[in-house]
């Protein structure tokens, strides 16, 4: 071209998470079926949206309202009915006027990055959740700044080392929590989230917290919100329906803006979000005029309660099947519907492999190995538990981690299914990190 197209940083937009779904058709496209474990749709994994849920939308279809546009800010009654939901907390207090609707959490977080100056930096969790963590590194024209999540520690924050990340880096103007976190499946307890604010209020910073899990926990723990504990500082919670209804094809997500008027520059950007969102006009309608109607619905709260009770009852099979597996670092979620399972490094070998069923998988098994002879070793894995079990899952180098594993859901409705996916998973594991003791043999 006569002058470059993309501007530095580009490079850093990845998502794996939908990546690896081009190896895995090539697979498929061979006659093997494959179990999908690589992203949070429960709609995929055979969860059935509820009748009286789906009475509520189908009369909403009927409505001329429905198919007009909405208040640049969103759907006025539903911005007031989730104002009142956060206010009944009892913390940091808003209005209609503090809320505003997005096209998924997805274009929040684009928008979010884009009208921050390329030096102003949001630090935040590794692993990293996608979509944060590339916005951030794109918008900043470099690779993200991050703080550790310890698999050694029940996935909880290495708090000493956000503390002296943001102390020695000025550039620093942000701290992101996901809370429940994607992709451990890590609950923040009230302490930790107090010591971010603590922080936060020292270093003047911004907090941002991605809470869009924040009513899927389970196993007798429940997430505190952000707003409890945000006192009197500026903060933006990120919220959705795509995985609490579950309505992941709507594309329905908004900020909450807490203590808009405690800083200057706060309050310039969340002018400047709804400024944006005037000029694009408005985000879909359909989705905001349901939510009040579903979470005000007299079924809706034991929904929610009998979908947790599976998860968590899913989440005690995994480690019933996972837990004592040799060479792997293993927590149970408590949160969210992810596990992220880490490799022990002393077990994981650049010359181990899986068993593959025929030549045209091995084929193209060999042809992805020499199209990326330098990846991680836990992608190398993933690719062999896709080509030799048909498993698809994300390595967890993809989420912007030094450490090598992968991420799974916990998603599949039916329990035989899940029982026999994660037994055939732990069985590849043990045969793949005994592999090169077979070759030294």
Not at 160 to 170: G, M, T
Not at 172 to 191: A, C, E, F
Not at 237 to 256: Q, T
Not at 300 to 322: D, P, T, V
Request: glycine residues 6%; charged residues 25%; aromatic residues 10%.
């Amino acid at each position: 071209m006569r002058n470059l197209l993309l501007r530095p940083g580009a490079e850093e937009l990845n998502y794996e998470i939908r990546g690896i779904v081009k190896k895995a058709r090539q697979i498929e496209a061979l006659g093997y079926p494959i179990t999908w474990e690589n992203i949070g749709d429960p709609i995929q994994k055979n969860n059935k949206v509820p009748k009286w849920m789906k009475a509520i939308v189908s009369e909403l279809v009927t409505q001329d309202k429905s198919y007009g546009y909405a208040d640049s800010k969103g759907v006025l009654e539903t911005r007031k009915f989730l104002a009142e939901l956060n206010n009944r907390k009892g913390g940091a207090q808003i209005t209609e006027e503090d809320v505003l609707f997005f096209n998924g959490l997805g274009d929040a977080i684009a928008k979010l990055y884009q009208f921050l100056i390329p030096t102003a930096r949001i630090i935040g969790p590794s692993p990293a959740y996608s979509t944060h963590s590339s916005a951030e590194a794109a918008h900043a024209n470099t690779a993200p700044i991050t703080y550790n999540l310890d698999p050694d520690n029940q996935w909880l924050p290495d708090m000493e080392d956000l503390y002296n990340k943001v102390k020695y880096n000025p550039l620093v103007v942000g701290i992101l929590i996901i809370n429940p976190d994607n992709p451990t499946g890590m609950v923040y307890p009230k302490d930790v989230l107090e010591g971010f604010v603590k922080i936060a209020k020292e270093f003047n910073l911004l907090l941002i917290a991605d809470e869009i899990y924040q009513n899927i926990t389970y196993n007798g723990v429940k997430a505190v919100a952000l707003s409890e504990v945000i006192g009197d500082l500026p903060a933006i919670s990120l919220k959705g329906i795509s995985k609490e209804f579950p309505w992941p094809g709507s594309r329905c997500g908004w900020m909450e803006f807490y203590n808009r008027n405690a800083s200057k520059e706060f309050s310039k950007l969340v002018q400047t979000l709804e400024n944006a969102k005037m000029i694009e006009v408005c985000s879909t309608i359909l989705p905001q005029l349901s939510i009040p109607k579903i979470m005000s619905h007299p079924d809706y709260f034991e929904y929610r309660k009998g979908e947790n009770e599976k998860i968590g009852r899913r989440s005690r099979i995994l480690k019933e099947i996972l837990g004592d597996v040799p060479g792997i670092k293993f927590n149970p979620t408590k949160g969210a519907f992810y596990n992220t399972i880490v490799f022990d490094p002393d077990y994981l070998k650049p010359d181990q492999n899986l068993p593959l069923p025929d030549f045209k998988v091995k084929s193209l098994m060999e042809g992805w190995l020499e199209q990326d002879p330098d990846m991680p070793l836990d992608k190398r894995f993933v690719y062999y538990l896709l080509a030799s079990a048909q498993i698809c899952v994300v390595p967890i180098s993809s989420f912007c981690s030094d450490l090598r594993g992968f991420r799974v859901t916990l998603l599949e409705e039916d329990e035989d299914v899940f029982r026999k996916t994660f037994e055939k998973l732990a069985e590849s594991i043990r045969t793949y990190l005994k592999s090169s003791e077979k070759v030294l043999a």
